[in-house]
């Protein structure tokens, strides 16, 4: 089960300040994290930035200890200073370690042994044969030795730039429920909507152009296609406030 969403490489087509792009994309991350989506896609619309939002969203992902270790020194980077942090629960503090701790890590190795960067004063010994970013348990503190594991909480989001049309990237998703959000569609308040206990996922258009002019001759058909800020005061509702309000609609209806 996962809440996926779609967003296009031209959400910022209509903004060319790199600071307030940054941040755009920020708003993006910090909204998937607030309601616990697993998969953002970024699907091809024509754009040209799929690869700085891509970035932007992993860079935001990425627990503070590991950023130095995983993103080089690049231009994309020079405002990321204005992304909101998640405070995801694999976003640790430093403190003393405490055997059963899960810590997000960066394993490497350092002649016949591999250690993991975990984010405390010192480097954890890793039992097992794994490198790179992975997620540990913490099973003994003296000396600090860690194992790799899978967390049962809430873990951060992946992001997926397939390069490949909206259709065409909604497949490769293998959804159960698919959903494309529209002023032009029904009333969420209207629709009945079935499990939320499955792969679903949100489907989200352009500054300038709705899902449906994205999706153009395409063949695929939505489950529903949903209108989920009825009544808007608004002429238009941007990107990133529409993901907001849809996650939270559907986090009111209810996923667990």
Excluded: C
Aim: aromatic share 8%; proline share 6%.
């Amino acid at each position: 089960m996962g809440w996926h969403i779609f967003i296009p490489d031209s959400l910022l087509e209509e903004s060319d300040d790199p600071k307030i792009r940054t941040y755009k994309v920020g708003q993006v991350a910090r909204a998937a994290a607030i309601f616990g989506v697993e998969h953002i896609w970024i699907y091809g619309a024509g754009g040209r930035d799929g690869r700085f939002i891509k970035t932007i969203l992993e860079y935001a992902e990425t627990p503070q200890y590991l950023r130095k270790r995983l993103f080089p020194l690049i231009p994309e980077l020079r405002y990321v200073g204005v992304i909101p942090p998640l405070r995801t629960p694999h976003h640790k503090l430093k403190r003393k370690p405490r055997v059963g701790e899960i810590r997000e890590g960066f394993a490497f190795r350092k002649g016949r042994r591999i250690y993991a960067d975990i984010g405390l004063d010192d480097l954890a010994m890793v039992e097992g044969v794994i490198e790179g970013r992975a997620t540990f348990e913490i099973i003994s503190t003296r000396p600090l030795k860690v194992i790799p594991t899978k967390p049962e909480e809430y873990w951060g989001y992946r992001v997926h730039l397939t390069g490949s049309p909206l259709a065409k990237t909604l497949k490769k998703a293998r959804l159960d429920l698919a959903v494309a959000t529209s002023r032009k569609g029904q009333d969420i308040r209207e629709v009945r909507l079935p499990s939320l206990k499955r792969e679903v996922g949100l489907v989200f258009g352009s500054p300038r152009r709705g899902v449906m002019e994205l999706l153009g001759g395409e063949d695929y058909n939505f489950d529903l296609i949903l209108n989920t800020v009825p009544n808007q005061r608004t002429a238009t509702v941007r990107t990133e406030e529409a993901i907001l309000a849809t996650l939270a609609v559907f986090n009111f209806i209810g996923r667990d």
